[in-house]
């Protein structure tokens, strides 16, 4: 079962980051899949194949300039999770996606808020 989870997201304070966040976005993911099973976060995170997902970059929050993407609490963006496998599917589902809004998010420097999740293709353009 393929899924693909938005998650709207509002920088917490005007800053400049990286411009390119999706590696941070990896980390994160696998550490909430480890908060709720610590089992599967290790064997999506084992060799070098093919992982059952997909993460973005942070998409739609600021310019890039010089290598750095200017931030602001002004500017909401998004993230994109995607599944690939039934498994990851239902416990994303079930057990990542409830506890996400009003959660900060870690890009490697800057913080953003949850502001909402979208589950479902006609919730997100």
Avoid: C, K
């Amino acid at each position: 079962m393929l899924t693909s989870i938005v998650i709207t997201v509002t920088p917490l304070q005007q800053m400049t980051g990286p411009a390119f966040v999706g590696r941070a976005v990896q980390a994160w993911l696998l550490s909430r899949i480890s908060a709720v099973d610590a089992g599967f976060a290790e064997r999506l995170h084992q060799g070098d194949g093919l992982r059952p997902y997909t993460v973005s970059d942070l998409v739609g929050v600021g310019p890039i300039r010089a290598g750095q993407r200017l931030l602001s609490p002004e500017r909401s963006g998004w993230l994109r999770v995607t599944s690939l496998t039934p498994e990851l599917s239902a416990l994303l589902l079930e057990r990542v996606v409830p506890a996400l809004p009003g959660a900060q998010i870690d890009l490697g420097g800057p913080l953003v808020r949850v502001d909402g999740v979208a589950t479902q293709a006609a919730e997100h353009p």
